[in-house]
């Protein structure tokens, strides 16, 4: 009566829906899962605050000290977070200045406990305006959630307590 290829599409079709439905019901389930991350971040160092002449622009250097217990944003639908150091400062040409400094992939659970200290920048602080001297400078820590099946939670969380340091007046150049 039927068919190999139609008994195949049916089992076929079967398993997809099942599957669908499974994975519907792990995305929507884990938009309950309660977090809690701490997190501590402080001035290590400041190394340099210098005028670069060959792209005409300031350039700050320094290290941070970074504690971040990140393991309660992990659950059955996270594949990995991706986190990272954000500077944001004003500005008279703009109003909001935002730089990321420093970032990583954090692929397991294990790894989601970041102590760094004395945590060089990945990335410079430039600023062609040459508007950095003086300047607060409020460090915070994001992430962002990549989950295994569902939405995709851009700017899924910062931490709360933001670090800010203030960078000097004149050029500086420390050994």
């Known amino acids: 009566m039927y068919n190999i290829f139609v008994r195949a ?39 340099e605050l210098s005028y670069v002449h060959s792209y005409n622009a300031e350039n700050a250097l320094f290290s941070l000290d970074i504690d ?59 600023s062609f305006e040459r508007e950095l001297r003086n300047q607060e400078i409020n460090l915070t820590l994001s992430w962002d959630i990549m989950p295994v099946v569902g939405i995709l939670k851009m700017h899924g969380g910062q931490a709360t307590n933001v670090h800010q340091i203030n960078l000097p007046q004149k050029y500086v150049k420390y050994p």
């Open 9 to 47: 599409n049916a089992v076929f079709f079967y398993w997809t829906t099942v599957i669908f439905f499974l994975s519907m019901g792990c995305s929507v389930t884990s938009f309950f899962f309660e977090a809690n991350p701490t997190v501590s971040m402080q001035l290590n160092k400041f190394e």
């Open 68 to 126: 971040a217990n990140l393991t309660s944003l992990f659950n059955w639908n996270v594949k990995q977070l991706f986190v990272w150091v954000c500077a944001e400062y004003r500005t008279r040409t703009y109003e909001k200045n935002q730089v990321i400094l420093w970032d990583t992939i954090i692929d397991d659970v294990r790894d989601a406990h970041i102590q760094l200290k004395d945590e060089k920048l990945k990335y410079e602080l430039t």
